[in-house]
């Protein structure tokens, strides 16, 4: 086949990537002006559909995908991406996972949370519970309920107290300060029985709860970050399943095993360096609803993006 036959539009091909290579034809062959390339767009277009009022490549999209033709690409995309299914005998993750986007991007699945989901179906039954469980080495985030923010550290001090790394929680998933390891020494996966560790990844220490220290704004136990051990148990809020493991996307509550303090978030600012932060403590109050925190596996977060 000519490579001109090859930049003809037909409906095996999504818009956009067939005005990718068109471009990229027009380029080697030095058609390097827009008003040219988009002639010789509209010329490799079949009359059927009318493009001889577009002026600009987006208009020239806009027009192919309300034509009935993509509307059939993407139906026919949807069934190659409902049908795919990772082969468990060669384990190609790598060619799953970018099929996997491809027909996405083909049949125009855009919402994340969508793709998320539908990928974890693909996934073998042992193989998907497996990746949901929170185990020893695990990254994860913190997002407090209440406020949607995300359990942050940063190498900024406290100007009272202890003086150590700052906890808070924060706006957006900053990646790594946002970014938690779960480390314990029992059985692989993390149940309300375990006593563990969580390490920040940003600054390499672990949050602490400070029985000697206020916090900034509200005066209750100081929350920082330190070279210290400070374990922690973690408890569903509330669950039918007899299953006491801890699963990525589950609504905890989070405490120091020693001291038994219940971390906390609340929509109270503190300001350091002119920089304002959402405060982050410790209690020993009764449990509400500021003590919710939604932890969710990274690894899962980031599998597709």
Same mark, same amino acid.
């Given at each position: 086949m000519e490579l001109l036959e090859l930049v003809k539009y037909d409906e095996t091909i999504h818009p956009e990537v067939w005005l990718n290579k068109v471009k990229l034809y027009c380029y080697k062959n030095q058609i390097t002006k827009d008003e040219n390339i988009i002639k010789f767009c509209k010329s490799m277009i079949h009359p059927s559909i009318d493009v001889s009022k577009a002026n600009t490549f987006e208009e020239i999209l806009n027009i192919l995908k309300t034509d009935f033709l993509f509307t059939s690409f993407k139906q026919f995309a949807k069934g190659k991406l409902y049908m795919l299914n990772l082969d468990m005998g060669n384990k190609n993750y790598i060619k799953f996972i970018n099929l996997f986007r491809e027909y996405c991007y083909e049949a125009e699945v855009n919402d994340l949370d969508e793709q998320k989901e539908m990928l974890l179906r693909k996934l073998p039954r042992p193989s998907y519970q497996e990746r949901r469980l929170i185990g020893s080495g695990s990254c994860v985030t913190l997002k407090h309920v209440a406020t949607g923010k995300y359990l942050t550290a940063r190498h900024v001090r406290y100007k009272t107290g202890s003086k150590r790394s700052i906890v808070y929680a924060s706006e957006t998933l900053s990646n790594p300060n946002s970014l938690w390891t779960a480390y314990h020494e029992d059985d692989p996966a993390i149940s309300g029985k375990s006593k563990f560790l969580l390490i920040n990844k940003g600054i390499d220490e672990g949050i602490t709860i400070s029985k000697s220290y206020k916090s900034p704004s509200s005066g209750k136990y100081e929350v920082c970050c330190s070279k210290l051990d400070c374990m922690f148990l973690i408890n569903k809020v509330s669950t039918n399943d007899i299953d006491d493991c801890i699963k990525t996307k589950e609504i *905890?509550?989070? #405490? %120091?095993?020693? +001291?038994?303090?219940?971390? #906390?978030? @609340? %929509?109270?600012?503190? $300001?350091?360096?002119?920089? $304002?932060? +959402?405060? *982050?403590? /410790? @209690?020993?109050? #009764?449990?509400? /609803?500021?003590d919710k925190w939604c932890i969710e596996l990274f690894e899962i977060i980031q599998v597709i993006y």
């Open positions: *905890v509550n989070i #405490r %120091d095993a020693e +001291q038994n303090f219940i971390l #906390r978030s @609340h %929509d109270v600012p503190f $300001t350091i360096n002119n920089e $304002t932060y +959402q405060e *982050v403590v /410790g @209690h020993e109050e #009764r449990i509400g /609803g500021n």
